[in-house]
């Protein structure tokens, strides 16, 4: 089958990396991203139990034929009905000699009949005919799940014989392919027999890989930009047919709606985090393998750094010619080198954050110290700074080891967005000051050595309560921010008799509302935003520290938690920051008529979005 990115080349070396694991015999290979099942058609062939994943409904067809189907079915019911003896071959004759071609949406939409040429005019038409009767052999129970895809596999692998493309499916041919010219037939599909129980499925490779225990795991995601359901959409348009809905299509080509089969891996953005997912949680198998070429959008580099945390790595190439695509040169590389990275996965990783045993049990401490400011912090006489260590030692303990996007919408100075940059993440915050982003902008390239290009887009001055207007929901794996306490910066200092310095004179800005229920309505807000852009199993991190007004004493802590937990959070835990060391100067509050405590902690509110 004509199919880009296919292995068919590489078996030899793939088999060679595999096997030099010495894990053999009927140990269960899993391929997550099967494609044509030509790597998990040779290693079933070898005698492996093979489990083979695809969420493109043409390549579960394949899968359920190639992989699945172990013997070649029978089709007992159907034969019944066409009065049919035993031989197979009958069924395809009386479906290549079937007299009345009815025309349907291949015909009316991907020929010239439908001013596209992907079929010949006969071809379409048989291929609306075949598909109907195949669909209508299901419906009535003719056929079961695995004669139902074998037979679509048929006419899949005949449509693919008789197509007028170069490869792929993204646009037809302006003149007419010899091939194309050739009429179709179905043929029968042979079956590569085997006693193990081997899978078909068709899920999202990072959901299933939580539910299955692979001994060999072998991944092959797309490398490039180039969506696999849409190169292949009209192989996908026929194995899911058209009879309950029919498909809505646009364009000179006729593309299908594809927007719900697109893949991370094509995306510069989302791919590397989505391979890191994937391969934390394939840690459990024995072997992991990665294919993988130097054209990918994940740097070589990035891999390597990620998989050497779960384990030993080795490193596998093997060059071969290049796709050669229509618009190709002959300045452009003749050559890919293709990759296999072969991972040993250690006996305990740490799938959550990057900390050791020691680490991580320091962190567990509910009381964190020694996260003062730091000279360059004490210069800046910011009105309630949020530290960079503490910043740091928040993403150290909460967010994924490699990557990931960090929101801060009270940004501030950009102490969050400072501490991510550090920790090589993406970053973005809000805040309503011009004067604050500046401040960022300034401690970001001259304190911290970032180079200015890119940083202004990681500040958006806008009110935090339209963020998800901003940022794509679902997106964001850590959220850490200190919000204004109230309007306490507005108010004169008790306990040690500073002067205080708000943050602007806004009237949006939440340090300026007066009423403390308005006060809340409005966080809760910011907090509701925050839920819908954060990604499912995410950290909320709220720093807030109580407040007193005269005789009246507001537990910040616990409504900031109440009002999260109404938007969708679960509270997880509280963590203290102690300040004391940092306050000098204080004051016996009270004394010596009322004992007024006073407060030198602040609070680290951990919530987290459900899954």
């Known amino acids: 089958m004509r199919y880009y990115g296919a292995k068919t080349k590489l078996l030899p070396f793939i088999e060679e990396a595999v096997k030099s694991t010495g894990v053999n015999g009927t140990s269960n290979f899993v391929d997550l991203f099967a494609g044509t099942t030509s790597v998990g058609q040779h290693f079933k062939k070898l005698g492996y139990t093979v489990y083979s994943n695809d969420m493109l409904e043409f390549s579960y067809a394949l899968s359920k034929t190639f992989i ?49 040429q992907y079929f010949t005019d006969d071809n379409a038409l048989k291929i609306d005919t075949f598909r109907t009767l195949i669909h209508e052999w299901r419906e009535s129970k003719l056929i079961n799940e695995l004669e139902y895809y074998y037979l679509i596999t048929s006419l899949l692998r005949s449509v693919n014989l008789v197509s007028n493309v170069t490869g792929t ?38 959901e299933l890989i939580r539910e299955i225990k692979p001994d060999l795991l072998y991944l092959d995601p797309p490398y490039n930009s180039r969506q696999y359901a849409s190169n292949y959409f009209l192989l996908e348009l026929i194995a899911e047919g058209w009879f309950d809905k029919e498909p809505k299509i646009y364009g000179k080509t006729g593309m299908r709606e594809y927007e719900h089969q697109k893949s991370k891996y094509c995306s510069k953005v989302d791919a590397f985090n989505a391979l ?9 198998a024995k072997y992991i393998f990665l294919s993988y070429n130097n054209e990918g959008v994940i740097d070589q580099n990035k891999i390597v750094k990620a998989m050497e945390r779960i384990g ?13 695509s229509v618009n190709q040169t002959a300045e452009d ?113 001259n304190s911290y050595g970032f180079n200015s290009y890119g940083l202004d887009s990681k500040y958006v001055i806008n009110d935090s309560r339209f963020l998800s207007q901003n940022i794509e929901e679902n997106s ?62 995410s950290y909320y991190i709220l720093n807030v520290m109580d407040l007193r007004k005269k005789s009246n004493f507001y537990p910040l802590h616990i409504d900031a938690i109440t009002i999260a937990k109404e938007v969708g959070f679960n509270l997880e835990d509280l963590i203290i920051w102690d300040r004391q060391q940092e306050y000098n100067n204080m004051r016996p509050l009270g004394y010596p008529y009322k004992f007024i405590v006073n407060k030198v902690h602040e609070y680290l509110i951990i919530l987290r979005k459900p899954e």
């Open 169 to 206: 499916y993204g646009a037809y041919l302006k003149t007419w392919d010899k091939r194309a010219l050739n009429p179709l037939t179905l043929e029968q599909v042979p079956i590569i027999e085997s006693t193990t129980k081997n899978k078909a499925f068709k899920r999202d490779a990072n």
């Open 276 to 284: 890191e997912d994937l391969v934390l949680h394939g840690s459990k």
């Open 476 to 537: 964001v794996d850590l959220c850490i921010t200190s919000p204004p306490y109230w309007d306490v910066l507005n108010r004169k200092r008790t306990a040690d008799s500073k002067e205080n310095i708000n943050y602007s004179e806004d009237f949006e800005d939440l340090g300026n509302i007066e009423d403390y229920n308005e006060f809340l309505d409005a966080l809760k807000g910011v907090s509701n935003e925050v839920f819908k852009v954060l990604k499912p199993k």
């Open 312 to 324: 030993e790595v080795d490193t596998l190439t093997e060059n071969h010619k290049r796709y050669k």
């Open 333 to 445: 590389p003749q050559m890919t080198f293709e990759f296999v990275f072969k991972l040993k996965p250690k006996k305990t990783v740490n799938k959550v954050n990057n900390l050791t045993g020691k680490e991580w049990l320091q962190n567990s401490f509910s009381i964190w110290r020694d996260l003062g400011k730091s000279e360059e912090e004490r210069k800046l006489k910011h009105p309630a700074i949020f530290t960079v260590k503490l910043a740091s030692k928040l993403i150290d303990t909460f967010c994924k080891p490699n990557g990931g996007l960090i929101l801060d919408p009270f940004a501030g100075s950009g102490t969050t967005l400072i501490a991510g940059l550090s920790k090589e993440k993406e970053v973005i915050g809000f805040d309503l000051s011009q004067k604050f982003k500046d401040i960022f902008l300034k401690r970001a390239t």
């Open 68 to 116: 699945e189907t172990n013997k070649l079915p029978t089709f007992k019911k159907l034969k019944s009905k066409l009065k049919i003896k035993d031989d197979n071959q009958l069924i395809f004759d009386y479906l290549n000699n079937v007299d009345e071609l009815n025309e349907g949406f291949i015909f009316k939409n991907y020929s010239p009949n439908g001013e596209r």
